[in-house]
Nanobody, 120 residues
Framework: QVQLVESGGGSVQAGGSLTISCAAS????????MAWYRQAPGKQREFVSI???????HYDDSVRGRFTISGDNAKNTVSLQMNSLKPEDTAVYYC??????????????WGQGTQVTVSS
């Protein structure tokens, strides 16, 4: 029914750039938020960045100034441009779409995750 497909993951040297993308299909409701999370080996999944349907964005301190999130609500796609990559950015990156079904009810849809590896 609902499918989130990620692309763009891979390996890059420290200081390099990489862009990952996520496209959702099968979502009937309006997407209120599109976000990126990541999980490094041996660590908990953590927030990276989010963009709202009105265009507002927020970044975790660890990536602010280096990463840029962009989205297209008409196409239900979101991308994360990552610049000046560091080895500590190495993680599996997950996209998440949040839809509002009712006033006090929302549903999250997650992508399968894509590996980003930054070597030094």
């Amino acid at each position: 029914q609902v499918q989130l497909v990620e692309s763009g993951g891979g390996s890059v040297q420290a200081g390099g750039s990489l862009t990952i993308s996520c496209a959702a299909s099968g979502i009937t409701e309006i997407v209120n938020f599109m976000a990126w999370y990541r999980q490094a080996p041996g660590k908990q999944r953590e927030f990276v960045s989010i963009i709202a349907s009105n265009g507002g964005t927020h970044y975790d301190d660890s990536v602010r100034g280096r990463f840029t999130i962009s989205g297209d609500n008409a196409k239900n796609t979101v991308s994360l441009q990552m610049n000046s990559l560091k080895p500590e950015d190495t993680a599996v990156y997950y996209c998440k779409f949040t839809v509002r079904e009712e006033l006090a009810r929302s549903t999250d849809y997650w992508g399968q995750g894509t590996q980003v590896t930054v070597s030094s």
